[in-house]
């Protein structure tokens, strides 16, 4: 970007043109007009979308549409490359790829929301970028508008990182906050998140906690210097959770669930999963409800812990706002544009990170400690709880307690038909056993032989209890 139009004109090149692109035009050709910038102006040169004649913009910006992404990506008066693309398929996200770098070769910075390229990518492309000088902004892929990434590269340049850990996608949270409050089936939530636009059509890379894992990846990068592919975490959905999981949850053991990205510091390593939590309900995240992201970022202030009577539990700062959305997210673009504007320091180096990558490994699945919530559905016999509790003792697990309500026959009919189990509601028995502290890796071969005894009607369902 030359001196002259840093103070001028910023020109934009707009790789997307759905949710989030359009938001950048909303900004960019309505809202920008009325607000004018005194240090520089922003302006688009050129949008690629497959399908101009369908977009908002159009009709007011014909000439600046293209169906050729080269027609941005060469531009010549581009300075800055915002890409905002987003598909399902697999495959395409390297072509994505292939954008960013081309950009780069090309001599223009890049400013992307795409969590999913640079989870996947991110190697080969901050490489592209340090090979071509080029700098690359991110913060709209995690939290949209919560400013995070800027948080924790700058703001917290100097702490030492304990953990980072948080509500990060809007969809599972909307989805079990109102399994939570009305009592409502997952796919009833679901179908209300869909209607609300909260929920894509095909919501399963948020269900399945791909989108999470994804920006746990960024989080990890920036906050651990990890660098870890997609696939490696450990990882779970909120498919499993069911309506009686709130009622164990909530009337046994004061908790309520929610979907969590984690990662943190455990000796020389990272544990690091995403996954349905036990979160207990004097925790700040179990007030965070519906659409909204909460973010945790725990630090140790070197040296200053035991003076302060802090012991080893550090310095906690939550960052909380829309998660989503394409104003929220188109927001924390068009932030990135004015850093690249305002001619900030380079990162030429790689991901910012608060520490050099390398120090950390990841924690393979099986290593991962925790206390464990395990919910039953089982065919109603005498011995069950002390023939699981016997092969959770075989497998070197304490049981902690052991939940069970009374159930009303409706209750039971719904939990049966909820499942198709054939047995009569009088027949079935849930119940809840919390495990004390146990390796994953042990917990899922205890759960293996449990899973193969006659009275198992449902795969057990199981995930981690909140600990700070
Ligand atoms: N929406 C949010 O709240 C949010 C928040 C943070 C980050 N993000 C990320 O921002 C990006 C855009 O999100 P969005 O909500 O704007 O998605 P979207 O509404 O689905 O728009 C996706 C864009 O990608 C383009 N695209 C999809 N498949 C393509 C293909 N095969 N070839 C070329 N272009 C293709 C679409 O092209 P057409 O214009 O031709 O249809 C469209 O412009 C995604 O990476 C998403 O994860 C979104």
Request: proline share 5%.
């Amino acid at each position: 970007m030359s001196k002259s139009k840093a103070q001028h004109k910023i020109r934009l090149g707009l790789l997307g043109s759905g949710t989030v692109g359009e938001a950048v035009q909303q900004f960019i050709f309505e809202d920008l007009k009325r607000k004018m910038r005194r240090d520089f102006k922003l302006e688009i040169v050129k949008i690629y979308t497959r399908d101009p004649a369908e977009k908002k913009w159009f009709s007011t910006h014909p000439t600046l549409f293209t169906t050729k992404p080269e027609e941005v990506i060469d531009h010549p008066e581009v300075d800055i490359v915002v890409e905002a693309l987003g598909s399902q398929q697999e495959k395409q996200l390297a072509v994505f790829r292939d954008y960013i770098i081309r950009a780069f070769e090309k001599g223009k910075a890049v400013v992307t929301s795409d969590k999913a390229v640079l989870a996947k990518f991110g190697k080969e492309i901050w490489a592209a970028a340090r090979r071509c000088g080029q700098e690359l902004r991110f913060e709209a892929c995690v939290g949209g508008g919560v400013p995070i990434i800027r948080s924790l590269t700058e703001s917290f340049a100097v702490e030492e990182p304990e953990a980072i850990y948080g509500i990060v996608n809007g969809t599972c949270n909307y989805v079990l906050s109102e399994m939570k409050k009305g009592g409502k089936s997952y796919e009833g939530a679901l179908r209300e998140a869909q209607d609300r636009g909260y929920a894509e059509t095909n919501p399963k890379s948020d269900t399945s906690g791909e989108d999470a894992e994804a920006k746990l990846i960024l989080l990890a990068a920036v906050t651990f210097g990890l660098h870890v592919k997609p696939g490696v975490i450990w990882r779970k959905g909120i498919e499993e959770i069911h309506a009686i999981d709130f009622l164990y949850a909530d009337r046994k053991g004061s908790h309520t669930i929610k979907h969590l990205a984690v990662a943190r510091k455990d000796g020389g390593s990272v544990e690091a999963f995403v996954s349905p939590v036990l979160v207990p309900h004097d925790h700040f995240l179990s007030a965070v409800d519906g659409p909204t992201n909460a973010i945790f970022f725990k630090g140790k202030r070197s040296g200053e812990n035991h003076r302060e009577g802090q012991g080893s539990q550090g310095w906690s700062y939550v960052f909380a706002g829309p998660g989503a959305g394409g104003r929220p997210t188109a927001v924390a673009i068009l932030g990135d544009v004015c850093e690249l504007a305002r001619g900030r320091p380079g990162r030429l180096a790689g991901p910012p990170s608060l520490v050099a990558p390398g120090t950390f490994s990841v924690q393979s699945e099986d290593q991962i400690c925790a206390c464990f919530y395990v919910r039953f559905v089982v065919k109603d016999q005498a011995g069950i709880v002390g023939d699981i509790g016997q092969t959770f003792g075989e497998a070197g697990i304490n049981i902690s307690e052991i939940w069970q309500l009374s159930h009303s026959r409706d209750e039971l009919q719904v939990l049966g038909q909820s499942y198709r189990l054939a047995e009569k509601p009088r027949e079935l028995l849930p119940f809840v056993i919390t495990l004390e502290r146990a390796p994953i890796g042990q917990l899922k071969k205890a759960l293996e032989i449990i899973g193969q005894k006659d009275y198992i009607l449902v795969d057990p369902v199981w995930f981690p209890i909140w600990r700070d």
